[in-house]
């Protein structure tokens, strides 16, 4: 099986030259690609310079949108997407493209303890393995690593669900796991970045919350909310309960907390139909 490297790349002049030089030393590997996301530093003339092939972004379009890009103009079974900024050891690309060779759909670089750019963002890291684990029942280790080899064919099937920003990690992983398709997990130390990121504190927050709804809305929808309907409705009885003993009547609150469960549940209902339509149209 041939292996196609993708690379979506902004403005990563200080790292891409090396990373393409390590690339070009290893063993069977069909081509390399170059996405330059509207980079402003040269990166894709670096990259150009260098032999292989740059697919160039007019402007900034997102990380997302840079993998879609390069995702449809390669050519090998498998492609291997990796970061330009030097986290990515190309040491380690041969070992997941193994694993798809080896009957793996797809195998994902699972950042090791220690690989976590801050505290904050390896919280964040658990805290969604742990609710993607809970949704698909499946062991998930690294939910948002962007190193990851993937057979070609399954991958472009879901193209039109990634999204443009920096999750599609996590939409690919779910949409994987949703299909029934078999996912694996290799150890991998990230390093340290070279460069600025272009990631933000503030945007960080939000995408933080997006995902966890975006986790729930790709695989189950009904395994989010079902719980969290079932506890308005128990909250509900208990105040009803409460009053009912203390004041002998049924209170405005407890009809809008039981009224919310059966929502919540609705919306629920609604959305796990919708994501099985969707699904059905990929197929």
């Known amino acids: 099986m041939e292996a196609s490297v993708v690379i979506p790349a902004k403005n990563e002049s200080g790292s891409i030259s090396s990373l393409i030089k390590q690339l070009l030393a290893l063993p069977d590997l069909k081509e390399i690609i170059v996405v330059d996301d509207g980079s402003s530093d ?73 690989s976590q750019a801050s505290v904050g963002r390896g919280f964040a890291n658990k805290f969604y393995n742990w609710l993607a684990s809970y949704m698909t029942g499946q062991k998930i280790e690294d939910l948002t690593s962007g190193f990851r080899a993937v057979r070609r064919v399954k991958f472009l099937q879901f193209l039109s669900l990634l999204p443009n920003g920096f999750s599609y990690p996590t939409t690919s992983t779910m949409a994987f796991f949703r299909a029934g398709y078999s996912v694996c997990y290799e150890p991998i130390h990230a390093a340290q970045r070279v460069g600025e990121s272009h990631i933000k504190p503030l945007k960080d927050g939000v995408r933080f919350l ?58 629920g209902l609604v959305s796990e139909q919708i994501t099985a339509l969707m699904y059905k149209g990929d197929e």
């Open 42 to 114: 040269g990166t894709g003339d670096i990259a150009e310079k260098l032999g292989v092939k740059v697919i160039r972004h007019p402007y900034s379009k997102g990380n997302g949108a840079a993998i879609k890009s390069g995702a449809r103009a390669a050519t090998g079974d498998i492609i291997l997407f990796m970061d330009a900024d030097g986290q990515h050891s190309p040491d380690d690309a041969l070992r997941l493209i193994e694993k798809v060779c080896q009957g793996f759909d797809m195998a994902v670089g699972a950042r090791q303890t220690g």
């Open 210 to 267: 997006l995902i966890i709804f975006k986790i729930g809305t790709l695989y189950s929808p009904l395994k989010l909310f079902v719980p969290i309907a079932v506890a308005v409705f128990m909250i509900g009885v208990s105040y009803y309960g409460y009053t009912f003993i203390v004041d002998g009547r049924f209170t405005n609150m407890s009809a809008l907390m039981l009224t919310t469960s059966l929502i919540i549940f609705m919306v």
